[in-house]
């Protein structure tokens, strides 16, 4: 073969490798948050997907409907931050096959 030739082999071969790393990585994301007083925390999957939702017992000091904000507010800042690991991977991907 020639040197071309194994260049582009050689290259073909990192960006195989780039696509492994981000398809694993992809699988590992999950978001994390807790609201500001900690009572509330959730975890979702790197899908958005909602894997946890802890609360509190102090949670039920409050109204219905703030507790109910506030779950969804900490699962809507989980989400985002799974969305931020998401985008992160996949521009270290893009970077890679540039």
Do not use: C, F, W
């Amino acid at each position: 073969m020639n040197h071309d030739m194994d260049a582009l082999i050689a290259d073909v071969g990192e960006q195989l490798e780039a696509l492994v790393l981000a398809a694993d990585g992809l699988g590992k994301v999950a978001g994390h948050a807790a609201s500001a007083d900690r009572a509330i925390t959730a975890a979702v999957a790197g899908d958005g997907t909602l894997t946890g939702l802890e609360l509190a017992e102090s949670v039920t000091a409050y109204p219905p409907q703030q507790v109910a904000d506030a779950i969804l507010a900490t699962i809507a800042a989980a989400t985002a931050d799974a969305a931020r690991q998401r985008a992160a991977l996949l521009a270290r991907l893009s970077e890679s096959l540039t």
